[in-house]
């Protein structure tokens, strides 16, 4: 069986990259928390100045290449933690790397560089982003 997914999400990338610390990353989640989804972690980063567009854009080229998604069920993973010899996704499907069907890293779909909600994992929660 698989074990844990590792999440992705736009704010874990800046933080790997280190583009951004920990203390930028959780001002600028606080922010966008208390505005009710209306603007992206990205937004809010470069609004706070914690993050050029310069930089954000090269945060995307390395989410492009860390992240993967499930064609059927929608899931995402993180390549770089995840076990390379498994890329079957919970419900049958497999992972599919984002590069293979995104080249442009400012095109991304704004919902993949989201954090996602709610449990991942059968094993419970996994991920503890910084
Ligand atoms: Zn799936």
């Not at 590792?6 to 505005?35: C, H, N, T």
């Not at 076990?83 to 095109?107: H, I, K």
């Amino acid at each position: 069986m698989s074990g844990p997914r590792p999440r992705i999400s736009f704010g874990k990338i800046a933080y790997r990259v280190g583009a951004v610390d920990a203390e930028q990353l959780a001002r600028a989640r606080a922010e966008r928390d208390a505005r009710g989804g209306e603007a992206t972690l990205e937004e809010v980063l470069i609004e706070q100045g914690a993050l050029s567009e310069e930089m954000a854009a090269l945060v995307r080229e390395a989410f492009l290449r860390a992240c993967a998604v499930c064609p059927d069920c929608g899931r995402r993973t993180d390549i770089e933690e995840r076990d390379p010899s498994d890329f079957a996704c919970r419900c049958g499907g497999s992972f599919v790397p984002l590069a293979e069907t995104e080249s442009d890293p400012q095109a991304i779909d704004p919902a993949f560089l989201q954090s996602e909600e709610g449990p991942v994992s059968d094993a419970g929660p996994v991920d503890a982003e910084p």
